[in-house]
């Protein structure tokens, strides 16, 4: 049973708030990462982290920025929101054993629409 | 870079049929692992099976079995017994071998399983 939690699961905000989207897991795992995904669409890394204090941007663009304080905790921010942010963002964690598996284990997901 | 193939954008079935979705691969990688996720509506993504690149027989989880052609780069989902229930989005998506270990998606196929 998969333990990584995000919130909020929905947020409809106005252009130019600034907003914070949570994800936690209580796994333990060192490995955390930030997905977007467009409606229907794949999902592509925005960002990563290997463990606390280290984060990396990911393979698409993005002006979203994280941080990882705890080893729990990964929380994804925008300083600006703007309708081109409309979509949803999955957040994901697995150990790092080395394992040929390592799943990843995802969270609900947050699906954003900004107005 | 990793690249994830399904030419497949939906897909229809009649229940308790079997139904085959198509993933093709390419890599550079000689080590890498193949997976294959489920998306409902409701939009977390469900782990279905994984294959790794060296594993000899193909993978099975109950009605979930993976057929994996490596000279042919394919990693085929096959869901045998399809149920109302099995109406989703269906991901196949790479792993990197080293490194961030994060994963690459395809443009995913919808299924609908008709009555």
């Known amino acids: 049973e998969a333990d990584i939690y995000q919130t909020p699961r929905y947020l409809v905000i106005g252009t130019g708030k600034k907003i914070t989207l949570e994800c936690s897991q209580t796994?333990?795992?060192?490995?955390m990462y930030w997905y977007q995904q467009d409606p229907g669409m794949e999902l592509h890394l925005i960002h990563y982290?290997?463990?606390?204090?280290?984060?990396e941007k990911g393979d698409l663009s993005s002006e979203s920025t994280v941080s990882r304080i705890r080893t729990e905790h990964f929380p994804l921010t925008l300083e600006s929101a703007r309708p081109s942010h409309t979509s949803q963002y999955l957040c994901?964690?697995?150990?790092?054993?080395?394992?040929?598996?390592?799943?990843?284990?995802f969270g609900p997901g947050t699906r954003l629409t900004v107005l | 870079a990793q690249k994830i193939t399904q030419t497949q954008p939906g897909m229809f079935v009649q229940e308790k049929e079997a139904v085959t979705l198509d993933c093709t691969y390419d890599?550079?990688?000689?080590?890498?692992?193949l997976f294959w996720y489920k998306q409902p509506s409701s939009g977390e993504m469900i782990f279905l099976i994984y294959?790794?690149?060296?594993?000899?027989q193909n993978a099975t989880e109950g009605r979930y079995s993976l057929n994996f052609q490596k000279a042919r780069k394919s990693a085929n989902l096959v869901i045998s017994a399809s149920q109302l229930g099995d109406s989703a989005m269906y991901f196949c998506?790479?792993?990197?071998?080293?490194?961030?270990?994060?994963?690459?998606f395809g443009s995913g196929t919808r299924l609908q399983v008709q009555p």
């Open positions: 890599t550079s990688d000689q080590s890498y692992g």
């Open positions: 294959q790794g690149s060296y594993d000899e």
């Open positions: 994901a964690s697995s150990e790092s054993s080395g394992r040929a598996l390592d799943e990843q284990f």
């Open positions: 998506a790479m792993r990197e071998a080293t490194g961030r270990r994060a994963l690459t």
């Open positions: 796994m333990g795992h060192d490995k």
């Open positions: 982290s290997y463990g606390v204090n280290s984060t």
